[in-house]
């Protein structure tokens, strides 16, 4: 089982990681390129994640240890960073190029660059 977190949601999703490593973005082309535009300024912003931690802090303590999670609209990585200390395996998936770029450089683990609907 793979767990998705997803803003304050924790999600059970039953697909496999060889699964999510195929998905490709497609038909986002706008929305993309907006999120692309805005990755370095949304990164360097360093907003109080302290409500974050507790939030992720609490969707953790109901996984399994060392369960797999899928951090959806991942942007530059925070969640998911904060997911893997935790005994987690966090993948990172997001829209934007620019945000898994970001997230790479900052965090490095495992991204997707996909869209959320392509996992329905």
């Not at 951090?71 to 997911?83: E, H, K, Q, R, V």
């Not at 898994?100 to 996992?119: K, N, Q, S, V």
Request: with cysteine; proline share 8%; hydrophobic share 40%.
């Amino acid at each position: 089982m793979i767990y998705a977190i997803f803003a304050p949601l924790l999600l059970a999703v039953g697909a496999s990681a060889q699964q999510w490593a195929q998905l490709a973005p497609t038909g986002v082309g706008p929305t993309s390129r907006t999120y692309d535009h805005i990755a370095a300024e949304y990164h360097a912003k360093r907003l109080d994640r302290s409500i974050i931690q507790t939030r992720i802090d609490q969707l953790c303590a109901l996984c399994q240890p060392n369960a797999p999670i899928l951090d959806l609209g991942c942007g530059p990585g925070f969640n998911s960073a904060t997911i893997r200390p935790q005994r987690h395996r966090a993948v990172g998936a997001d829209l934007s190029r620019g945000m898994i770029d970001f997230a790479r450089c900052e965090y490095p683990g495992p991204y997707i660059h996909t869209a959320m609907r392509r996992l329905a």
